[in-house]
Every structure is written in structure tokens, then in C-alpha cells.
């Protein structure tokens, strides 16, 4: 329900409080009974003809007048100054006038409201030409203000960013609404999720997304979580959670795992074909039976991936980039490394018996109690200088 103040047109003394409801003519009548005259028309302060409830807005101070044009109400000098608590003032609050006493905004009396209106013109108040005291803020969000001093109930209607009413009341100094309104926002935000993404959800999320779209899964949390045998094609999980996943037989074909944790995770028989695993944490992941090569000359990027103890055997690795990539105590037992790039690769204690090393490059690399038995091919000493 609205509520409005009515004083005689031409004046601004003795006004009325009323309730706002029914029609223009329930007004009218409410008019005519609480100001003493045969009310005929009702003007806005502006001296706007209202002939519409709609036109009114809640705290709005209106004229009203017997039938006669509107008449500007003047300042009268002899006309007290409001001095008991019990005073109506007006507020001119960014442009919207809000009626109240003066008793409710000395509520919290360490507020600026109660310094500004405690004491006659303490804080010399500007008035604009209807007297209402002229206060530059915003009217939506001291309207909750203003409300919570009359009742002592923090209400915001909708559409109203809590956020504004709250950096309202810390300016004008009402720590208790302040706190509340603190405390309303923080329950507000949703609760941080980290628990690990469902394959349920997860394929939901696939399907719903488009073919040619890029899937984008940065830092998203897929701990544990069972993708085995989805076609993960090109999607984007860079420095997400996969540790301890089951990804055997997936299809990671020109994925991007760069940073991504994949330690202790499960990858046997999955598509690795031109995957980007750049200082990816695979630590004590299995990769048994994986495909590396791509027939189109892409080739896997692996370069400084921490691979300690991971189970590679039986990989096709062709052309692989594993350049300064931690392989220590490592399986790569019977893998294809033709072609691969080890260079500063730390690969001590790693079984590579059986594997087909030619024309790799083991430059710099630190091969220390590495395990050449059984090589397809001779390991020429050009191609490992430590």
C-alpha cells in the first residue's frame, strides 16, 4: 500500500498523511475529510494534474485543491523550524521526495541521518524550492533504508541489487542494517562446489553442446570420474583435475591437457594422436597400448610433463615430443620412439627394453640405469651424449 502527504494547494503547513487505495474519487473524499475543504483536483509538486492513481508514487507530497489551478506553495519565514521529534520533514532523495519524521531518522543515533536532523540545521541542510532537504543519493536504494528505520525490517523488493542498499547504509553510517545486509548477501551466493564432475553430467553436457563448438573445460574438476571409451576430441582441459580418472580407450585426439593433473589415472588404449600435454603431471599414470601417432604428421607434445613411473608399455610414440619430460623409473618397454624427441629428457632407471629408439634424439638426456635390452634397432652414440 502507498502512502502520501497532502497539504492544501499553496502551502506546505499542516499536511496530511494518507493511505493511497481504491480510485481517484476514494482519494479525493480522504482528501476532503483529513484537509477540511471540498476536494476537486490533486497536483503533483511539480503542479502536475494527477488523474491517475498509477501517476503516484509511495512518499509522494501532493496538493490538493478545491477546484481552483495549482498555486506554488511559499516559504513562510515565520513558520517554525521543526524542533520535537514527532516533525514531518521531507527528503529530496536524488530527484524523489520521500515524507517521514523526524523520529525515524534519528533511529540509529550514530547514523548520519540523526547528526543531519537531530539539531536544528546543524549540518546547514540544503532545501530546494518545496523545502524538501536535498540529499544526493540514490532514491532506490534509500528507500530500503528509510524503511528499516520506520519498522526495524531489512525488506528489498525485487530488482533491487542488495548490493547498492548496502554500500547506502555504510555511508550513512548504520553498521546494524549493514550487517545484515552482509550477512544476506554471503548466504545469497551459491555454495563453492568442488566436488568432482559425474559422467552423467558430463555427457549431458556433450550432448547438449554442438560439434563445431570448442568445449572448454579449464580447471574443471573430473577427479576419479569414469570417461572411459568418450570422444573427447579437441576439447580444452587445461589445468583440470583428471587425476585417478578412467580414460582407457578414450578418444583424446588433439586434446589439450597442458598442466592438467592425469597422476595415477588410467589411459590404456586410448587415442593420443597430436595431444598437447605440456608440463602435464602424469605421475604414476598407465598409458599401456596408447596411440601417440598421427598418420596426418601431427605429433603428441609432451614437452616437460613430470611421467615418473608412468606404464607406457607397448605405445606407438613415433615422432613424440618429450623433450626435458621426467620419465624416471618409467615402463616404456617395447614402445615405438622412432623419430622421438628426448633431448634433456630425464629417463633414469626407465625400462626401455625392446623399444625402437631410431633416429631419436637422447641429446643431453640422463639415461642413468636406463634398460636398453633387446632394442630393434642399435642406439648410435651420436644420438646420446651422457
Known sequence: MRRVTLFINGTSRNGKVVAVYGSLVDLLSVASAKLGIKAASIFNSKGGLIDDLALIRDDDVLYVSEGDTFVAPLRDPEAPHFNAHTDWLTLNVGGRCFTTTRSTLVKEPESMLAHMFGDKDVWGNRQDDCGAYLIDRSPDYFEPILNYLRHGQLIVNDGINLRGVLEEARFFGIERLAEQLETVIRNSQPADDHSPISRKEFVRFLLATPTKSELRCQGLNFSGTDLSRLDLRYINFKMANLSRCNLTHANLCGTNLERADLSNANLDGANLQGVKMLCTNAEGASLKGCNFEDPAGLKANLEGANLKGVDMEGSQMTGINLRVATLKNAKLKNCNLRGA??????????????CDLQEANLRGSNVKGAIFEEM???????QSVR
Request: with cysteine; aromatic share 0%.
Open 376 to 382: 630393434l634397432t642399435p642406439l648410435h652414440m651420436s
Open 341 to 354: 624427441t628426448l633431448a634433456g629428457t630425464d629417463l633414469e632407471n626407465c625400462d626401455l627394453s625392446g
